[in-house]
């Protein structure tokens, strides 16, 4: 069987140490120019080897010209050389920006400490930094045969590698960005035809042909009158949420969450390659133009299930997961300079609600009580009559049946959710890459730099952190007794209520998040959340998950009927590290404050009072303070964290 | 597009939101074009189109329990819960409808109207009072929609629907019997007047 042009090989010379291999004297990451016969090493003769030369070609060159290049493999090169552009997290065609140094591993925007945590455990970046090493690299062109066989392989060192050393493009690790690159070259390669004319060979993507990379994907910039042409070739990148109408009318419904995750497990096999990345409600994707995106969620659409979707369509050269946020800020501000490039240019954002095709014009009664979009058969249990679709109720019997245990009757529980919010990841990620920009000296076009910032292989990182911080979670927390309501489905937990368990459910999750997330605030501004919702055993599981989706802070709490507030991580740690040192005594002060309030409507009044007591209860002056925490906040907290509170009693 | 806009005071009020199943009943935080058109026929005799909204800020969710009796059988069926809006930092909620008039109709007749919308009427919810009657012209922009109306009806709010959320609501056909219509939910992506907008957007249509 002939070997496959593997996309992900091009960049393996990123895991050399060269400082280590001073003999061979290695310039740059790839190896086009390696004299093998004077180090006696084999030269690959896999396709892959071609990669190689992915640095070697000026985008202006027409592909019949690449003469150092079997003229069988330039196509995949020409495929490569896009998807390493449509990857990166800094365009590569910038002017030059100055130097601001190198950085050896990786840099993770809402980590700075990463690489330097992983020195720790004795773990270092490269994996190659022997004669026999290097040797081995060469093999692995003629030995791996799957993109799987090198992430699985150098695993390790790819994810504490940056993709480039070069400060400010260090931000992205190396796994990420050649997992990408295989998955945008596989997509090109499936939709691009190879075609040759009386000029020689060119390639054609959704019917339009090209002979360049720059005629391919035109300029990269997205303002300005300098590189902005017009390229030949557009694809797509689409944000897709996927929703339900459903809500869960018992327990067992919460099965339509297995489903919702079977189905995406099943898209994202059928899929991969179109598939960036993935999350148990979210899909990001890379797809040519002209593709039916109706067509490749059909089996999630036929499920009852909608998808909500942000489909960016641009020209290769500015395409990026980001975009939207751009031309939608461009166009609500009216500006000129961005909107003249970007019409151009052709570039379009969509906002598609796809839903699934048979919707019935009318309902005789009744509908389904669960998913509202069915006509429904009466069901009798316990004296309870329900109206439910044969769908939702087959959701409702099959699979895992989790019921509480007996021992919670007549209690308080406490439903947990993690959440991700992509929207505010987003606008996180830009704030954080401005913000390391500005921290940096050497720089010569800032605000150039922040403008093409290309997000996805740093979201996707991200991303991948969050799965970790979740499962560290459960990790930590095994010992509690916390039930996952379904197996395998990280994001949600149960347990009986009790305020040293909620102390230490807040503890774990501001422990992991200062593993895994330092650098990103735990405010409203986080993507990541944890929201906690408590109330009587009784109380529809329905309404825990209306709350969990629209939770708006770092830390959401309700206790139904009692209170529901929002916390950020400094609000937090003051009230767990100081008012509780004093709390007994300050909870009889909140009480007052909070009669204060009551009686006179004033603030300036609850100024005052804790100005006063500053001495006394410096915790409390300084929460109110600092951070404008209500006293009733304060108190709320205290109360939920405590056991021995009237709040406990069912 | 020139519209009526009636300010409401209300007491206390449940929109059930169409969940039957369990003990426990949501109340949604909108009025449905459903409602609006059932409660002016009703007070009214005229079939008016209409949507609205409470006030954020002068309201707060809290919840009923209420036990309904078999009336065939005599006995008392299982107690439900039902959400419900009750005033919050003031005496009365407020909202405000938005109906589709023409000049036949003649505005005075909603001045102080008092009226009862939603469910359990009967226990006191619902009491309605027209306070202010304003006639009101709104740009159309293309946005978020953020309420539901039936998808029939759509074009006369001056609604054109770009990326559709269906839902079904209610629609009843005389006083004891209906049926389910299709309906666009909050969430579709719309050209609409403004107010019935969450947010505007600017996408490519």
Redesign the interface.
Known sequence: MSKEFIAELHDIGKLIDKDRLKNYQLRGHTFEDFDFSKHKISKPSSPSWWGQYHHKITVNDDINKWQNIDAVYRPDVFLLILSDHLASSISRALPQLGSAGESEGVLKLWNYKFYENEKSKEKYWAAFTTDDDLKRMFEAFDKLNSSDEILNLYHEYLLITPEDKSIPRNITSLYTHIELVGKIFRVLRKHCEIKTNNNGTYLELGGNQANSIFGAEGGNRTSGNQNVDKGQWQARFIKCHIKF?H?F??LQDINLLVKQAELIKSFVTTYQDYVMFYMPDFISLFLPTGLELKDLFKEILNNGF?I?C?EIIADLGILRSNLDIK??KA??TNSQQTLAVLNSRDT??????L?PED?????????C??C??QPAVERIKE??R???CDNCYELRTEGDKFSYPEEWQNQKIIWLKFSLNHDKLENWMQEAFGRYIDSLNGLKDKQTLKDEFRSLACHSDFVKDYFKIVKDFWKRCKDLEIMKPISDYEEIGVCKYSGELVNKIIEEFIAVHNDYFPDCKGDAHSPFSLSLSIAHI???V??HW?YFENSKGFLNIRSH?VFEDTYTKEEIKWLMDKLSETERESSHFLYKLIDLYDGLNSEINITVEILNNKERYPAIYSLYSKFETSPEKMLNFSRIIEETDEITKA | MKLLKLDLDIDSIIIGE???????R?CLETIPSSTVQGAFKYYLGLDLKGVGFFDAGTYEI??FTYSVKDKLLEVAK?PFISSCLYPSGRERIRAVIYLMTNDAIDKNIFRNLSLTIGALKSKGFGKSKVINIEEIESEIKQGIFKVRVFEDEVSLFGVEV???????LF?ARDSVS?????AIFE???VRAPEFFLKEA????E
């Open positions: 109408p809500s009318v018992r909608f909500d942000v031309t939608v166009r609500k379009k954002v969509y906002k598609k609600i839903t919707v019935s014009e009318e309902i005789r009664p009744h509908i009580d669960i509202q979009r004296n309870v329900e109206w439910i009784k109380y529809p329905r309404e209306r009927n | 169409r969940v039957k199943g369990g003990i426990y949501p809290r919840d299982m770009l990326s559709p959320v269906y839902g079904y629609y209906g049926i389910y219509k299709k969430g579709s992506l957007t600017f996408y490519d």
